[in-house]
């Protein structure tokens, strides 16, 4: 049912008739240009569960889309702030075609950057609201419906930002300041692609704004690596795919050390000396290995995603890879614990085993604890 609103003059003619529903749709690659082809996806209109008012409001253009969750321009003169131009867009309905042929920076490839990254940032949004990223939990939404938490925080998402290549950033202030993804072209691959397409990277750092509102104090050797490693798992486990960023960086096995189903790395790895991005591997690896035993116990990606999602309300503020653990067994059903615990264990991570808050000191152990035939 469609809401129009009509202006009928005294004699009868329609002085107007304004279209009061929206209707919005994308053209868009729902995970990468090398694994799903650009498709047309209908957004949610207002009303949506996770998204009351919809996913559009105010003036759009092709390379300047805004909502209550997200605002994704183009920035190409890294100013951060929206580039000019673009047409304007008033149906709600971006359906550019891309050219992979040409250049990500020809102009119809930019407005399929803008819309795609746009795209990407809502679904996830939506779905991490579904499992507790929530108002009161500090979600990204600048209208709040009335359900806790501070406002006017959407994020604003930079589409082939002009300041870097081969990369890409998410800066998250405390709730109630607005979150910037800024996401860049690789240079690496020939010819040249655009992180805007590839919903690992978009997945990977919105989940450092998901752990640093949930959780907090994602900075130093540990609790670092741990949200590099969680940006991944987001990823993998929504798209099912042992790898991360192969799409951008035209890697097959990805930008890791190795693909996480063939990954060997237990706790007793972790040393500062490797960064965070190997070491997050570990707690990358652990949930892989935690989400295969789910799916294979009949249990579903949201399943895993409610465990994940809902257990960052019990893991303290700079946490270790134990608390990481313990969070996920406190907000799991009983009847998944021992996969969680089985998961852990086999990356060292079993009961009695520990570390402390720099990793210099770590005890590993491959036990399970009786309940799980330990």
Not at 33 to 43: C, F, H, K, S
Not at 188 to 207: A, F, K, M, Q, T
Request: with cysteine; proline share 4%; net charge negative.
């Amino acid at each position: 049912i469609l809401l129009y609103h009509i202006v009928v003059a005294g004699v009868g003619n329609v002085v107007s008739n304004e279209l009061r529903t929206q209707n919005d749709s994308y053209n868009v690659f729902t995970d990468h240009p090398d694994a799903t082809p650009q498709t047309v996806v209908a957004g949610p209109g207002a009303g949506g569960g996770q998204s009351p008012s919809g996913w559009l409001s105010g003036a759009q253009t092709t390379i300047n889309i805004g909502g209550n969750n997200v605002r994704a321009y183009l920035d190409r003169n890294a100013n951060n702030s929206p580039d000019t131009g673009g047409l304007a867009v008033t149906d709600g309905n971006f359906l550019t075609v891309a050219d992979l042929g040409q250049a990500p920076t020809v102009a119809q490839n930019q407005d399929v950057a803008v819309q795609n990254l746009f795209y990407l940032n809502n679904v996830i949004h939506d779905r991490l609201r579904q499992h507790g990223f929530n108002e009161a939990a500090g979600n990204f939404q600048n209208n709040n419906f009335g359900n806790g938490g501070a406002q006017n925080d959407a994020v604003n998402a930079e589409a082939q930002d002009g300041g870097w290549t081969n990369n890409a950033n998410f800066a998250t202030p405390s709730d109630g300041s607005r979150p910037r993804m800024q996401m860049y072209l690789w240079t690496s691959p020939n010819p040249d692609r655009d992180g805007d397409l590839d919903s690992d990277i978009v997945w990977h750092e919105y989940g450092h704004g998901l752990t640093w509102r949930m959780i907090g104090s994602m900075s130093g050797n540990v609790p670092g690596a741990i949200g590099e490693g969680m940006g991944d798992a987001l990823g993998i486990i929504v798209n099912n795919d042992d790898r991360t960023g192969e799409y951008s960086t035209l890697d097959p096995d990805g930008i890791r050390s190795i693909r996480y189903s063939l990954h060997q790395d237990t706790i007793g790895d972790f040393s500062a000396g490797r960064g965070v991005h190997r070491n997050g591997e570990i707690i990358a690896a652990t949930v892989w290995d935690m989400w295969k035993a789910y799916e294979g116990a009949g249990h579903t990606q949201d399943d895993a995603l409610s465990d994940i999602v809902g257990g960052m309300n019990f893991i303290p503020a700079a946490p270790n890879y134990f608390h990481m653990r313990d969070g996920f067994l406190a907000q799991a059903p009983a009847a998944r614990d021992c996969l969680i615990w089985t998961a852990f264990a086999a990356r060292g991570m079993g009961f009695g085993g520990s570390m402390n808050s720099s990793g210099s000191s770590i005890t590993e152990s491959f036990s399970l604890p009786t309940v799980c035939g330990g």
